[in-house]
């Protein structure tokens, strides 16, 4: 079992960046593939990057160019630079953690769940 934990969530203005963390504890990322989701109120959840367990990472088409993932396997952490954020980039993000190696955009396709953290952007 994996608990994921994020941080690093709250109100930015538009064109501001924020840091996004998920530690894992329970066990290790190990060779989990590792993902950022997120919601806004009254849509569902939207994929936003994922990183492979090797550090091959990947993005949403939305978020391409501003969003940096990243992951520090000896730390059990992975890291989500958000920069130029938009007021559209308003959700809540969950760290979601893949029992296989390879990405997947896909929600349903992801086994843990962290309990999000909220993310507004001002105009």
């Known amino acids: 079992q994996v608990q994921l934990v994020e941080s690093g969530g709250g109100l930015v203005q538009a064109g501001g960046s924020l840091r996004l963390s998920c530690a894992a504890s329970?066990?290790?990322?190990?060779?989990?593939?590792v993902a950022w989701f997120r919601q806004a109120p009254g849509k569902g959840r939207e994929y936003v990057a994922a990183?492979?367990?090797?550090?091959?990472?990947n993005y949403g088409d939305s978020v391409k160019g501003r969003f940096t993932i990243s992951r520090d396997n000896a730390k059990n952490t992975v890291t989500l630079q958000m920069t130029s954020l938009k007021p559209e980039d308003t959700a809540v993000y969950y760290c979601?953690?893949?029992?296989?190696?390879?990405?997947?955009?896909?929600?349903?396709?992801?086994?843990?769940w962290g309990q999000g953290t909220q993310v507004t952007v001002s105009s």
């Open positions: 990183i492979s367990w090797v550090g091959t990472p």
């Open positions: 329970g066990r290790t990322f190990g060779t989990n593939t």
């Open positions: 979601a953690s893949r029992l296989a190696s390879q990405i997947s955009i896909k929600a349903d396709e992801y086994t843990y």
